[in-house]
């Protein structure tokens, strides 16, 4: 299979003399009607990322994912699908993210590190990414629990214990879940409950 931009981390397609732009510059050009839904990206360390194409397992995959977390989490916290949040020179936009319950549902801002407890991607063609770029941004900001549903080895990875801002900022463990296997969801240090790995991965 012929990689495509989607598939490669972003410092193996970024020129060093390319341009980044802050969050509020990613703000001015949403509000001035230079970038709209439809362009389908995100801001990832400055750079303008192209999410990835639309495909029915990746879409059933989300909705899975989004009734099981829904089921667990309790009153406390929020499951956004497909919004963004607010990290540093990023503001990616997780398949899911659980976030601590606020009264007026950010209506004033994206949600910011401190407020999630758990992010999460479905990955088939952004493997590569989610696993590099997406894991470093997360890992910086000190994101608790990272988790990314693996469609194409049909597993679930979970990853703990961020560093938090370093040189080479990632993840302390990483716990691999397949078929047959449950994955504890813990929320602020609580274990609420558990997800089953095939409650969240579409037949295949």
Do not use: C, F, M
């Given at each position: 299979m012929t990689p495509t931009l989607e598939m490669m981390p972003l410092q193996t397609v970024t020129p060093a003399s390319f341009r980044r732009f802050t969050v509020s510059e990613y703000h001015r050009l949403t509000e001035a009607g230079y970038l709209t839904p439809e362009d389908r990206v995100e801001l990832l360390e400055g750079i303008l990322v192209t999410k990835m194409a639309r495909n029915p397992p990746h879409e059933a995959g989300i909705n899975q994912l989004m009734f099981a977390l829904i089921?667990?989490?309790?009153?406390?916290?929020?499951?956004?699908?497909?919004?963004?949040?607010?990290?540093?020179?990023s503001e990616p936009e997780p398949d899911a993210a659980v976030v601590r319950m606020r009264a007026n549902r950010y209506a004033?801002?994206?949600?910011?590190?401190?407020?999630?407890?758990?992010?999460?991607?479905?990955?088939?063609?952004?493997?590569?990414?989610?696993?590099?770029?997406?894991?470093?941004?997360?890992?910086?900001?000190?994101?608790?629990?990272?988790?990314?549903?693996?469609?194409?080895?049909?597993?679930?990875?979970?990853?703990?214990?961020?560093?938090?801002?370093?040189?080479?900022?990632?993840?302390?463990?990483?716990?691999?879940?397949?078929?047959g296997d449950s994955i504890p969801v813990i929320l602020g240090g609580v274990t609420l409950g558990q997800i089953a790995v095939s409650a969240v991965l579409p037949a295949a």
């Open positions: 089921a667990v989490v309790g009153p406390d916290w929020n499951v956004r699908i497909q919004n963004a949040i607010q990290l540093g020179t004033d801002r994206h949600p910011e590190a401190a407020d999630i407890g758990l992010l999460v991607e479905v990955s088939d063609s952004s493997l590569a990414r989610d696993r590099i770029d997406k894991l470093r941004i997360y890992a910086r900001a000190g994101v608790p629990t990272y988790w990314i549903v693996n469609l194409i080895d049909r597993q679930i990875e979970v990853y703990d214990r961020p560093t938090g801002p370093s040189a080479n900022p990632e993840y302390a463990s990483r716990q691999t879940y397949t078929a």
